[in-house]
């Protein structure tokens, strides 16, 4: 089978890193890969698998890409695209209703509607709306990361066509880390919480600190929030003004998060809004306790009550008190966890989508 694979960029998203590793798997089944980005930037570019045939349309948004996705649908004439990212999937459709390219198109909503619709501005909400009503009950098929994105699609859209295929996540074995993770926290002997992923707004990190304010003086313990991003200068004086600055430390972006969580208490995603969280699988992998938000990916991830805690976006006191008692019992239920990571494996998830694919 051909298999497009589209992507907005080679940026080092969840989006993208999903699609490099659909790539590989399905590589490794022996179909024919098409790698499709549509902006050429990001660190992800080097890690697209070899034996994938790389296509770069060389726009500089996604909307600027129709006429040369076009052309490679004509020209390269795969059986299906699966395209990351519900406005990359909108182009798609878009595309082949303006060529005589007759395959499938399998879009991925790999975030919240719903959370990201109220802050965008008015106009382009409206045209944006629009254009996915007319296009997306076109797709052969929506898949939501989560049960809750599928849902969110189906009911605002009154689509038919929706279904749950959650992420791939490549687990790295221990004896495979590239290099110890070296940080002072680490040695100080004190329980270490962490938390992995971009520094923005929806990822809660500002709703985490605040939550971790009331530890220290409990447990003596540290928080690393491992990640880049335009929060980073907020979050940097939140922790100023909370007098925490010898607790808490945002190392920034890590190649190697596997190392990280390895030598960490207690993983926690404290999300507003999070479609799947690849992170927190990566951490079930560890066998670290988890403790979470209860939003749309992790509550379908953490579906037993012994894989983790989930717990409220902005109520602090419980979120820290939940935090804090996930350092207690650190082994219980830890190869429950390990064995939870691998219902994610790449090699189960490809067979999904290649079954859905043979039902359309």
């Known amino acids: ?104 198109i399998l879009v991925r909503a790999d975030g919240s509607r719903r959370y990201h619709s109220r802050r965008m501005p008015g106009k382009k909400r409206s045209v944006l709306d629009i254009l996915q009503r007319r296009l997306l009950p076109r797709a052969d098929a929506l898949i939501g990361v989560s049960t809750a994105i599928a849902d969110e699609f189906r009911d605002d859209f009154g689509l038919d066509n929706c279904h749950v295929i959650h992420n791939p996540v490549a ?49 003596d313990s540290r928080l690393l929030i491992i990640g880049e991003g335009s929060e980073r200068e907020n979050l940097e004086a939140e922790i100023l003004e909370l007098g925490l600055e010898d607790y808490v430390d945002l190392p920034g972006f890590v190649s190697d998060p596997f190392a990280w969580l390895r030598r960490s208490s207690v993983y926690v995603l404290s999300s507003e809004t999070e479609p799947f969280g690849l992170t927190l699988v990566e951490a079930l992998s560890t066998g670290i306790p988890i403790v979470s938000t209860n939003t749309e990916g992790p509550t379908d991830i953490i579906n037993d009550k012994r894989l983790g805690h989930l717990g409220y976006f902005g109520t602090h006191m419980r979120f820290g008190m939940a935090m804090r008692m996930a350092v207690e019992s650190p082994e219980e239920h830890r190869e429950l966890r390990i064995a939870r990571a691998k219902d994610f494996a790449p090699d189960r998830i490809a067979q999904q989508y290649l079954q859905l694919i043979e039902d359309l």
Do not use: C, Y
Not at 179 to 199: N, T
């Open 171 to 219: 687990i790295r074995p221990e004896d495979a880390d590239s290099d110890p993770a070296e940080h002072p926290f680490f040695d100080s002997g004190k329980p270490v919480f962490i938390a992995v992923g971009r520094l923005e707004k929806q990822k809660g990190f500002a709703f985490l600190i605040g939550a971790f304010s009331g530890i220290p003086q409990f447990l």
């Open 1 to 104: 089978m051909k298999i497009a694979l589209l992507s907005a960029s080679f940026r080092g998203g969840g989006a993208e890193r999903v699609q490099i590793t659909l790539a590989a798997e399905f590589t490794r089944l022996g179909h024919e890969v098409h790698f499709v980005a549509f902006e050429d930037n990001g660190p992800l570019r080097d890690e697209v698998p070899e034996g994938v045939e790389l296509t770069v349309l060389g726009v500089s948004r996604v909307v600027r890409g129709l006429r040369p996705l076009i052309h490679f649908l004509k020209e390269t004439d795969p059986d299906v695209v699966i395209a990351a990212m519900v406005h990359v999937g909108t182009i798609a459709l878009l595309a082949r209703s303006l060529s005589r390219w007759k395959g499938k």
